[in-house]
């Protein structure tokens, strides 16, 4: 990874719009743009100031007339110097730009990159990092509050106590082993299955907390099944009814994938598609079975539909039995605007996708299902990530062995090394010390620019 160079990329989305930004970042920042800019001829380069100036081509003739501003290192946004251009948002006047700064000597950013250096440069860890990604694709604006947050440093700060008490507990087993001669007295077994005990539960706690924080990262998959013209569509657009999300799944793409989601206390909800199957009613109650398991494999949740107005058929009942053996699964009785000829006690709770009636219920059954312990605020460092949740569990096993090899009464020496297992994962969430290979992971997710 080279950092010394000075890069450049456009900062603002695809597209044409009133304001473009092109970002230059490193020791040359202001050489490049010097050599691209014509500013007034009294021009100096103030931080944290903007200044007025032209683009101009290579024989002078005037491209966009520009703000410019100078962030000096180390108060920038990668530490280093940055100068940001403010053009007018035509894609053609930005990738001018940015030619003409590469061929000033500055290199085309990678994806990411500005943040990256950001983390090299020691200005922000690994978790708030990851949280300018997060945030950036964040759909709902509870999503978008978690990643604030995270980029507050909320993971970290949540991280800490726990690796601090890790620690403490090895450098108290260090201890007794350095000074063994000294009669220094070594630490007794039941302090350090206390130590560890406590260790544990604090991981315990923060790997609980991603059982909502998954959701609230990768947004939920609905599926809604039941036999044809119960209402599942009709539920559907009910649900969507003005807490529509908006949802572009692929880093880095802005706009390609475009679906339809809505805000459920601010986790985005996706319905499995299971849509473009339309035949005659006949063959739809055959593959309705298959289709119901094709959704619910891919679903985190799945609503099953009965309809009020009918009696309840066997084809219902297969795909009750079917559903039943997921955990997270609500049952609704939709049409309960017309009347009732479905026998009482099957269903949670009644609802109407016409009139509306029962929709915030169901959406308070649904959070239950996802959420039992209720929702996270956003301030409280809550695990969103699989990376996260991977290293805290690596970490807990760790320290599981270390407490089964203390109460074994094995050497000090070798719980340490435990000890020690455990806190690599911990170092490598917070990118304390991290492989490069991993860093390219990650901010190989960031689109170009950021
Ligand atoms: P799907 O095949 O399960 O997706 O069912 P649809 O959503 O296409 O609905 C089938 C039919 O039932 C349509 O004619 C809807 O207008 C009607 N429908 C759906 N929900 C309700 C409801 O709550 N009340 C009434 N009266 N009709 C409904």
Excluded at 5 to 22: F, H, R, Y
Excluded at 238 to 247: E, K, T
Excluded at 259 to 267: A, K, Y
Excluded at 326 to 354: M, T
Aim: glycine share 8%; net charge negative.
């Amino acid at each position: 990874m080279k950092t010394r160079d000075t890069i450049v990329a456009i900062a603002t989305p695809p597209g044409a719009g009133g304001l473009g930004i092109v970002r230059i970042s490193g020791t040359e920042a202001r050489t490049v743009a010097g050599a691209i800019l014509r500013f007034r001829h009294d021009h100096e380069w103030k931080p944290w100031r903007l200044a007025h100036a032209h683009l101009v081509d290579e024989d002078g003739s005037v491209v966009d007339e520009v703000l410019v501003a100078f962030f000096a290192a180390p108060r920038s946004y990668t530490a280093e110097d940055v100068v940001e251009i403010s053009c007018h948002g035509s894609p053609v006047v930005l990738r001018h730009c940015v030619a003409r700064a590469l061929r000033a000597g500055a290199r085309a950013a990678e994806p990411g990159e500005f943040t990256l250096r950001a983390f090299l440069n020691g200005r922000i860890d690994l978790p708030q990092a990851e949280a300018v990604r997060d945030l950036i694709h964040s759909t709902t604006l509870y999503q978008a509050r978690v990643a604030a947050q995270q980029l507050e440093g909320s993971v970290s700060r949540a991280v800490r106590p726990v690796k601090d008490r890790l620690v403490g507990l090895i450098t108290l087993l260090e201890a007794g082993i350095d000074f063994a001669d000294d009669d220094v007295p070594v630490a007794p077994a039941e302090e350090i299955d206390a130590r560890l005990a406590d260790i544990l539960a604090g991981l315990d706690r923060l790997l609980a907390s991603y059982g909502w924080g998954r959701f609230v990262h990768d947004g939920l998959t609905l599926a809604i099944v039941g036999r044809p013209n119960v209402g599942k569509s009709s539920l559907f657009n009910a649900l969507l009814g003005a807490d529509r999300a908006i949802v572009t799944d692929i880093p880095g793409t802005t706009r390609d994938t475009v679906s339809e989601s809505f805000s459920l206390e601010g986790v985005p909800v996706r319905l499995v598609d299971t849509a473009g199957i339309r035949e005659s009613d006949d063959l739809v109650e055959r593959l309705g079975i298959e289709r119901t398991e094709r959704a619910m494999a891919d679903a985190d949740l799945t609503l099953v539909v009965l309809d009020a107005a009918e009696p309840f058929t066997d084809a219902d009942r297969e795909i009750l039995d079917r559903t039943s053996r997921q955990g997270w699964r609500a049952v609704v009785a939709n049409k309960c605007d017309l009347p009732r000829r479905l026998e009482p006690g099957i269903e949670e709770i009644a609802v109407s996708a016409r009139t509306g009636a029962g929709i915030e219920e169901l959406k308070r059954l649904l959070i239950r299902r996802i959420a039992p312990d209720g929702i996270a605020a956003p301030q409280s460092g809550l695990i969103t990530s699989a990376r996260h949740e991977a290293l805290l569990r690596e970490a807990r096993e760790a320290a599981e062995k270390a407490r089964a090899a203390n109460a074994a009464g094995l050497p000090h020496e070798l719980l340490l090394l435990d000890c020690y297992a455990a806190l690599q994962p911990l170092d490598a969430l917070t990118g304390a010390t991290t492989a490069d290979d991993i860093l390219n992971r990650i901010f190989s997710t960031f689109c170009i620019g950021k």
